[in-house]
């Protein structure tokens, strides 16, 4: 009887060591998959800036990031564009932000005076061919992705009034 009862209690062990290893998926092998979606890991590209500069999207970072879509032609993209200039200005030191210009919709020129206009301070950078608005799987603009330092998205957002939005930012940076 006590051998029974010892070949139960190892065959339990091994069965639970075995779906912990094999069925359990730990926080820290989350998340395995890349997509425009929290819980994911962000998906990488490399754009331009206005200035030519190379900006990277994906993988760790020093801050977390606001990826936002725009157009100069937007109505809505220009109705938040003053608060996220000076939520930006705000917090500058612990957030980057990432204006991407849907420039295959858009016009240089266009996008120029925008920036001029709302004295933009972040870097815009120029999508002509959709490599980030594609990945992102962008239908509507503006569409903003905050990303954490560990690359991945943490929330999709589709226009906030700058309270709600600075809500946002201040979970971002105290995660």
């Known amino acids: ?8 209690i190892i065959l339990l062990f091994i069965g639970v060591t075995v779906y912990l290893n094999v069925f ?12 425009p ?18 900006y990277h999207v994906g993988g760790t970072r020093d801050k977390p990031l606001i990826l936002n879509f725009w157009a100069s032609w937007c109505g809505p993209c220009r109705q938040e564009a003053p608060d996220l200039k000076a939520l930006y200005d705000q917090y500058q030191d612990r957030i980057d932000l990432y204006a991407v210009n849907a ?15 709302f004295d933009f301070r972040f870097p815009v950078l120029l999508d002509p061919k959709g490599d980030a608005t594609g990945p992102y799987q962008v239908r509507a603009i503006p569409t903003s992705f905050l990303i954490d330092k560990s690359g991945k998205v943490v929330d ?10 600075e809500q946002k930012i ?3 940076i105290s995660d």
């Open 103 to 117: 420039t295959h919709l858009d016009t240089i020129a266009d996008v120029k005076d925008t920036v001029k206009e």
């Open 156 to 165: 999709v957002l589709y226009m906030l009034d700058r309270e709600q939005l």
């Open 170 to 172: 201040k979970k971002l």
């Open 37 to 54: 979606q929290a819980g994911y890991l962000a998906p990488s590209f490399e754009l331009a800036s206005l200035e030519g500069q190379p």
């Open 24 to 35: 359990q998926v730990s926080d820290t092998a989350k998340p395995a998959d890349t997509g």
């Open 1 to 8: 009887m006590r051998n029974r009862i010892i070949v139960i």
